[in-house]
């Protein structure tokens, strides 16, 4: 066959076969939560508009993976304390199959959270989940067990959030919390370590990284408490850093070679209570004057570390008191709070060093390319108000979109960090999923379960509050004109019909 022949001949087996729709990951192709550019998604849906079907799961704060017609979920059975991954039917919401993780003991997760919040990963060959009680896992896209990897059962503050990631042969993760953090790799095929380093110490006593790693084309970008970092992925050795006054919670973005990440700040982006002095807490809470405070001694709605202000307070976990983290702070765990211990926590409330001005905080745009400690060189702007601590910033036509707690949404210049608008979008409450975007439209979800479309443009422009109901942790996955959003009872497709 002459060489033109078999070109065109292999151009027609390329048509033949079109590429498998795919979200294949935690926020999709590139985790950029961008979806097609000329998809015509619904501004207006809800329980009785531009519904495909809704199917009822159990819980799980994790997003939908997808690749052709089927949509992979991690979820979490409260009644029989069961985790299990299912594969869905995306074209009519049927279940297809479900697995069983069984654990021998579930992680302990914050109030509002589940066992299952991560979000599985494919190569549209094998559908791997990584669950903090459990380790990793591998499926063929049928159901069928390829390997297990189990690892002990995680002790992340708060439960653990980071999705797995694929970069080449290996399966990531993070364990990345106090005594040593872990940068874990397997690999796909079998599930065999391939390697794991201990990552640099955190600076400050924390409870742990809940960030998704982000893989660009030769390294892993890690978004830690107090440190933004670049990883090999041959050994997962640091190869840059910077210092950062965040909480590590926030997954980040990357567009252009430069990274964007959400530097939250629980002293400095959060509103931080002022600290009750440990004689004026004894004064009024140390029932049994022993000169420290017990457990049952301190008040549930008093002695605050960390109010959310436009948080409502019937979220659970919404505000941070000394008795809400009474564990983290009760070092001798004799049961009680002596002096150091109770100063601790306001140490640890009151951000990271976020006062000195050479560490970083907020909104931050960090270009690639530097090497080694890159704090005061490769930070390109900071943009420090109304920055998310859990959802991610959204890279968009040349603009970064991010949303936080009250519906607060921001629009920033890619380039320069000047902010284009920031407003309220009628949907106030907590915010935990991270914004999409697809055909020029921006879609946020609310903890109260309103997901709001926006239209990109020089200006905020609100295009519909969507109620659906029930709360949504997870952040929406988009094919072509469809959304996919999970909330907590049920998966949900919404589209032109
Ligand atoms: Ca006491
Ligand atoms: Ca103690």
Aim: proline share 7%.
């Amino acid at each position: 066959m002459r060489p033109t022949l078999l070109v065109a001949l292999s151009l027609c087996l390329q048509a033949a076969e079109p590429t498998p729709a795919r979200w294949q990951q935690f926020r999709g192709p590139n985790a950029s939560g961008v979806g097609s550019d000329n998809a015509k998604p619904p501004v207006a849906f809800g329980p009785a508009q531009s519904l495909l079907w809704k199917v009822a799961l159990p819980t799980g704060h994790g997003s939908p993976c997808i690749w052709g017609d089927r949509l992979f979920v991690t979820a979490f059975d409260s009644n029989e304390k069961a985790l299990s991954v299912i594969a869905i039917n995306r074209k009519n919401g049927k279940v297809l199959w479900r697995q069983p993780l069984k654990t021998t003991a579930l992680e302990p997760v914050h109030a509002i959270s589940s066992p299952a919040t991560t979000t599985p990963v494919t190569d549209g060959e094998t559908v791997y989940v990584y669950l903090g009680s459990f380790g990793f896992a591998a499926f063929t896209l049928d159901g069928k067990l390829s390997w297990e990897h189990p690892l002990p059962t995680s002790k992340m503050g708060f439960g653990s959030g980071t999705s797995p990631v694929l970069a080449g042969d290996l399966l990531l993760i993070t364990r990345d919390y106090l005594p040593k953090p872990l940068l874990i790799a397997v690999n796909r095929k079998d599930g065999k370590l391939a390697w794991q380093k201990e990552l640099a110490p955190l600076s400050f006593q924390s409870s742990g990284a809940h960030s998704t790693p982000l893989v660009l084309k030769d390294q892993l970008v890690l978004h830690r408490p107090s440190r933004v970092s670049g990883h090999s992925l041959v050994d997962g050795s640091e190869l840059w850093w910077v210092k950062t006054a965040s909480v590590g919670t926030a997954t980040v973005t990357e567009h252009d070679g430069v990274v964007y990440v959400a530097a939250f700040n629980g002293g400095a982006s959060g509103p931080t209570i002022a600290k009750v002095p440990f004689d004026q807490a004894l004064a009024q809470y140390d029932m049994d004057k022993d000169g420290k405070l017990s457990r049952a001694e301190l008040p549930p709605s008093d002695l605050y570390l960390m109010r959310r202000a436009d948080v409502p307070d019937s979220v659970p976990g919404a505000h941070m008191t000394v008795k809400s983290l009474f564990n983290y702070f009760d070092a001798d765990k004799d049961g009680s709070l002596n002096r150091a211990e109770y100063d601790m926590s306001y140490v640890l409330a009151s951000g990271t060093g976020a006062t000195s001005p050479d560490v970083g905080y907020g909104l931050m745009a960090i270009r690639l390319g530097g090497s080694g400690d890159v704090s005061s060189t490769a930070v390109v702007w900071q943009q420090r108000r109304s920055v998310p601590e859990v959802s991610a910033p959204l890279v968009y036509r040349d603009k970064v979109y991010m949303v936080t707690a009250g519906g607060i949404f921001t629009c920033v210049d890619e380039k320069t960090g000047q902010l284009v608008y920031r407003g309220r979008i009628n949907a106030p409450g907590a915010y935990y999923s991270s914004p999409v975007a697809a055909g020029g439209k921006v879609f946020v979800a609310s903890g109260e379960g309103i997901v709001t479309s926006l239209e990109v443009g020089p200006e905020l422009k609100v295009l519909a509050n969507n109620d659906l109901g029930e709360p949504v942790y997870g952040t929406p996955a988009l094919i072509g004109s469809q959304i996919y959003i999970r909330s907590v009872g049920h998966l949900w497709a919404f589209g032109p019909k």
